[in-house]
T-cell receptor, first 118, second 119 residues
């Protein structure tokens, strides 16, 4: 069974502060995919990143960066110099590597609500 | 239109009503999904269609009935719902290549959701 844990339910930061959202996962698969999604108040989930389990290289995209550590089963997300527009619920998700029909389970964490205060 | 669209955006229905949710994707994807998002619960995958064939049904009650007439459209037919079915229903699509031996699982793109209230 797969499981994704986002221990931080809500986080508040003041604008321009850095913030890290934690994600810990459990899986028996040796190959898998990890994702981060953003859900603003409008409700639509916005894809942010996909990471293969065999690629542990950290990634940076503008103010966003992701730290994938297979040894600790973590895939943390850092926002640098946060902005009010970053306020949203952020979801970490896990998917098995495709093996055939039925391997479509995308397991989500419960999400972390980030509030960036002006 | 671009991306994934869903209609209606809001729906209020009684327990004896029959209604349908519609999803349309304009991304050329071959797989579509229904998710349920309830307060304080993780997103729950309900149904998956790949190449218009249902490949996943996660023990969803029969009062929810999906339909996928083609790779661009997905419906969720609702009948005799319960108040606990009130939630945000999200549709998603992706390009899945496992059936053609392509490496990788492609990310899912979501619609804005239908906020359903059952009275």
């Amino acid at each position: 069974a797969q499981k994704v844990t986002q221990a931080q339910t809500e986080i508040s930061v003041v604008e321009k502060e850095d913030v890290t959202l934690d994600c810990v996962y459990e899986t028996r698969d040796t190959t898998y995919y990890l994702f981060w999604y953003k859900q603003p108040p409008s409700g639509e989930l916005v894809f942010l990143i996909r990471r293969n389990s065999f690629d542990e290289q950290n990634e940076i995209s503008g103010r966003y960066s992701w730290n994938f550590q297979k040894s600790t089963s973590s895939f943390n997300f850092t926002i640098t110099a946060s902005q009010v527009v970053d306020s949203a619920v952020y979801f970490c998700a896990l998917s098995p590597y495709p093996k055939g029909a039925g391997s479509y389970q995308l397991t989500f964490g419960k999400g972390t609500k980030l509030s960036v205060i002006p | 239109e671009t991306g994934v669209t869903q209609t209606p955006r809001h729906l209020v229905m009684g327990m004896t009503n029959k209604k349908s949710l519609k999803c349309e994707q304009h991304l050329g994807h071959n797989a579509m999904y229904w998710y349920k998002q309830s307060a304080k619960k993780p997103l729950e995958l309900m149904f998956v269609y790949s190449l218009e064939e249902r490949v996943e049904n996660n023990s969803v009650p029969s009062r929810f009935s999906p339909e996928c007439p083609n790779s661009s459209h997905l419906f969720l037919h609702l009948h005799t719902l319960q108040p606990e079915d009130s939630a945000l229903y999200l549709c998603a699509s992706s390009q899945d290549g496992w059936d053609r031996g392509l490496a990788g699982r492609y990310e899912q793109y979501f619609g804005p959701g239908t906020r359903l209230t059952v009275t």
